[in-house]
């Protein structure tokens, strides 16, 4: 963002402040500490210069706003009248409903949310699988079934809007069970393909799973909420980003996934059928 960006992002802020506060503009410039003048000319847009970093702590700490919001670096106005950390680190542990991280859907309902797993997509996955995941690795299967059945009620919202990219790879390689899946039964894969397949017809298009070529790109698994948070999957512990600036960057990154991608989501639940179909012979079911 540029100094003239920023500059206007701090006045409509500033201006939003001024009418929260039922003052008028000689009693908010004192409840800051500047002159009415000096509010008037940050107010009118005269100038691109920002008051100096006192004048900005004391706005935001006298009408507990954050810094961040107050600069536009944020959409979080931080209520609390702390200023918020830009990074924090939240262990991924218990029951996902009780978890930040679905929290952070709730709050984000509404907004386009775009999301890269590390896996297959944990609402599209069975019974049969979950217990699987479950069991290699040392994780709570109630927590992982409530969590998959969260994110499928949360993806039948009609205000839901939802984007997902992963690599096409990732369901090639878990067709022919290889790598983690080498213990999951041929059936059961069968079927967890056919289940993704009828739930991304079911929930399209509020869902929308795009598949790109692992060879030619790599990401990181992430969700972006929105444009005030991104979450950063890092084993047990999410990574979670507030400033503008590297979610836009992640935003961005996603945007290439998405042009990358040679399935598109209108093709993937017939890709995930083929599948099903080319790697097991028919008799099984």
Same mark, same amino acid.
């Given at each position: @963002? ?6 206007? *992002? ?7 402040? #001024? ?6 503009? &000689?009693?908010?410039?004192t409840s800051v500490g500047i002159d009415r003048?000096? !509010? ?24 507990? #706003? &954050? ?11 931080? #209520? ?14 218990? =029951? ?13 309902? =509404?907004?386009?949310?775009? /999301? $890269? ?24 299967? +109630? ?15 009609? +205000?839901?809007? @939802?984007? *997902?990219? @992963?690599?096409?790879?990732?369901? +090639? ?7 983690v899946w080498s213990g999951f039964p041929d ?8 289940? @993704? ?14 598949? /790109?070529?692992?060879r030619m790109r790599y990401s990181v698994p ?5 444009? %005030?948070?991104?979450?950063?999957? *890092?084993?047990?512990?999410? !990574? $979670? ?35 099903? #179909?080319? %790697?097991?012979?028919? %008799?099984?079911?």
């Amino acid at each position: @963002m540029d100094k003239r960006d920023l500059s206007e *992002v701090f006045r409509e802020r500033l201006k939003a402040l #001024v009418q929260r506060s039922g003052l008028n503009q &000689s009693a908010f410039a004192t409840s800051v500490g500047i002159d009415r003048s000096a !509010l008037s000319q940050l107010l009118s847009g005269a100038t691109i210069r920002l008051p100096r970093a006192e004048t900005l702590l004391t706005i935001a700490s006298a009408h507990k #706003v &954050s810094l961040d919001w107050l600069l536009g670096l944020s959409q979080d106005e931080g #209520v609390t009248g702390e200023i918020r950390e830009s990074l924090e680190i939240e262990e991924a542990s218990g =029951g996902f409903e009780r978890t930040l991280i679905a929290k952070w859907h709730a709050e984000a309902a =509404g907004t386009k949310i775009r /999301y $890269v797993p590390a896996g297959i997509p944990d609402l599209l996955r069975t019974e049969a699988l979950i217990d699987y995941e479950a069991g290699i690795s040392n994780k709570s299967r +109630e927590s992982q079934a409530g969590e998959t059945q969260y994110r499928i009620d949360y993806n039948r919202r009609p +205000e839901t809007d @939802m984007e *997902v990219c @992963m690599p096409r790879h990732t369901l +090639e390689i878990f067709a022919r069970g290889l790598g983690v899946w080498s213990g999951f039964p041929d059936k059961d894969r069968k079927q967890q393909l056919r289940h @993704m397949a009828d739930l991304l017809d079911d929930l399209y298009p509020t869902f929308r799973l795009f598949l /790109y070529d692992g060879r030619m790109r790599y990401s990181v698994p992430y969700t972006i909420f929105g444009h %005030s948070r991104a979450a950063i999957y *890092v084993g047990d512990m999410y !990574l $979670v980003l507030y400033a503008t600036d590297p979610i836009r960057t992640l935003t961005r990154h996603f945007d290439n996934l998405i042009r990358a991608a040679d399935i598109n989501a209108h093709e993937t639940a017939a890709f995930a059928r083929r599948l099903a #179909v080319a %790697s097991f012979p028919a %008799s099984w079911g």
